[in-house]
């Protein structure tokens, strides 16, 4: 098994909504891919399906060698599971009560990495529930999340609600976590620029249909910022319409250009247009994130 999750052609409907349409899905063993994508995109409802918290419509879907829809309960004993909201409900147990109920249905649960996390976290054991602050309830999720040493870990917009500091600990928990344990993990997040060292793989939803996914090296290696010498009044020719993603070109300054494609391909034709490419830059994560957002036409 080369692949911890592997969907092909998965769809989800509400009624006559489509949350998911045709998603082929890949993550590779030990990878950590991030999830991005706009608003409503399907990315906690992909999530839930994975641990069949939701049922697909129509589709297939393998999660470490398993389909969740007949085998939840033995896919979830792998997984640990952030989810988006922090109600769990059982607002009158106490967090280590909480913590204690959900360590009995994990043989792998370790103790003395369990009090690890409640302490870098700060997690305060004898409060209830109902009486901690989002962000707090959200601590205790990562705890009971990767106290387990699970094998995948489903980590939807995690940092929600998180100040500064505990953000901080949690994104080096996370790095730590994944290079001790090895596990594979999917991150979905809009604060994509948080993800950056962590993230080998990225996959990008929008509207319900997968984007793109690839390795992040590839998708940054693709992706390059152009700031051109022009003559006034130039634009892009029509050979490079397909590779420009974007174009700026304030009065007064020189064009910039947002082009995915072989450098060594676009440069002559810049070059044939009249214009020299003064400096190459990459984008980081965040800003290719956005250009593929930006780049495809909306279904
Ligand atoms: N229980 C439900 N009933 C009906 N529609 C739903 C339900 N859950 C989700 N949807 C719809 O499915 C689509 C995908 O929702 P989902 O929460 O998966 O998106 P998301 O990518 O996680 O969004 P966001 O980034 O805004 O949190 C949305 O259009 C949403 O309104």
Known sequence: ?????KTSALTKRYGHHRAL??????????????????????????????????RRTTGACEVLGLDPACNGAAVRAQVGFVSETTDWGYGWLRVGEMLAHVASYYPSWDRQYALHLVQILDVRMERRLKALSKGQRRCVQIVAALAHRPQLLLLDEPTDGLDPLVRDRTLRLFTEHTA??????VVSTHLVSEVAQLADHVAILRSGAMLHQE????????????????????????????????????????????????????QPLITKSGATIRHAGRLDLSEAVVARLRSEPKS
């Open 180 to 185: 001790d344990t090895g596990c594979t993990a």
């Open 1 to 5: 098994m080369d692949s911890a999750i």
């Open 215 to 266: 390795p992040v090296e590839r998708m940054l290696g693709e992706l390059h910022r152009l700031e051109l010498d022009a003559p006034s009044g130039w634009s892009a020719p029509s050979e490079l319409q397909t590779a420009v993603l974007r174009q700026d070109h304030a009065i007064g300054r020189s064009p910039t250009l947002l082009v995915t494609g072989q450098l060594a391909l676009i």
């Open 21 to 54: 349409t045709d998603v082929d899905f890949s993550v590779p063993e030990g990878a950590v891919c991030l999830l991005a994508g706009t608003n409503g995109a399907g990315k906690t409802t992909l999530l839930r399906i994975l641990i069949n918290l939701e």
